[in-house]
């Protein structure tokens, strides 16, 4: 019973266009989003969130986008630089407690030069 | 100065060892976790400790005991260790005065193997 789902185990997209990873939840009860971005051999680290009750935030090329009827938010970034080859990893929690980050699976961005 | 710190970060052993990973956080947050990446590379929360106060302890055996001693340490302890143990584990902490949005910040990982 995945909580939080990424579908797209991989993308591959050229430098200089646009790349779109999308992630779909199950639990209306979660109230904050999150992405991760993850090296090989390092941690995940923390790119950018949003709250339930936006459905944008920016930050320079990263924009993640949540359409909460849909249970779905996706993370843009534009431009792709090669830079950004790396996991990306969808999670979301409640605002009750100590509620844990729930994690997608990731998806594999590849930019291409 | 690495803000989350995890060690070992490999640990080779063999099934029914007893073996340790520590995690030391520098950032002053009050709560810490440990996540589980395991060969379907999902990332699950094992445990999370406030203040040194186990808050979360999600279906994990008994084999596996957190200990802190204080809140700028969560160690992991894992007795008796089976073939399933192999994964990656990840320690990570945050601060909870902004509960729903205080990212975590995770160490590289310590990835077990149990052969």
């Known amino acids: 019973d995945q909580q939080v789902k990424q579908n797209s185990p991989s993308l591959s997209v050229q430098e200089g266009r646009i790349s779109i990873l999308n992630c779909d939840y199950t639990?209306?009860?979660?109230?904050?989003f999150l992405w991760y971005k993850k090296y090989p051999a390092e941690g995940p680290t923390f790119l950018i969130s949003?709250?339930?009750?936006?459905d944008k935030n920016e930050d320079g090329r990263f924009t993640v986008f949540l359409n909460k009827s849909a249970k779905h938010l996706s993370l843009h970034i534009v431009p792709s630089q090669p830079g950004d080859s790396a996991v990306y990893f969808c999670a979301a929690r409640g605002n009750s407690g100590n509620t844990p980050l729930v994690f997608g699976k990731g998806t594999r961005l590849s930019v291409i030069a | 100065d690495t803000a989350v710190s995890q060690t070992p970060k490999y640990l080779v052993t063999q099934m029914g060892n007893d073996k340790s990973i520590k995690c030391e956080q520098n950032?002053?947050?009050?709560?810490m976790y440990w996540y589980k990446q395991d060969s379907k590379k999902f990332l699950k929360i094992m445990f999370s400790y406030n203040n040194k106060e186990l808050i979360i302890n999600e279906t994990v055996p008994n084999r596996f005991s957190p200990k802190s001693p204080d809140k700028a340490h969560l160690n992991l302890h894992i007795n008796s260790l089976e073939l399933g143990d192999s994964a990656v584990y990840f320690c990570a902490s945050s601060w909870t005065g902004n509960i729903g949005n205080s990212p975590l910040h995770f160490g590289n990982g310590t990835r077990l193997t149990v052969t």
């Open positions: 949003i709250s339930s009750i936006k």
């Open positions: 639990n209306s009860m979660f109230d904050y």
């Open positions: 950032l002053g947050h009050d709560t």
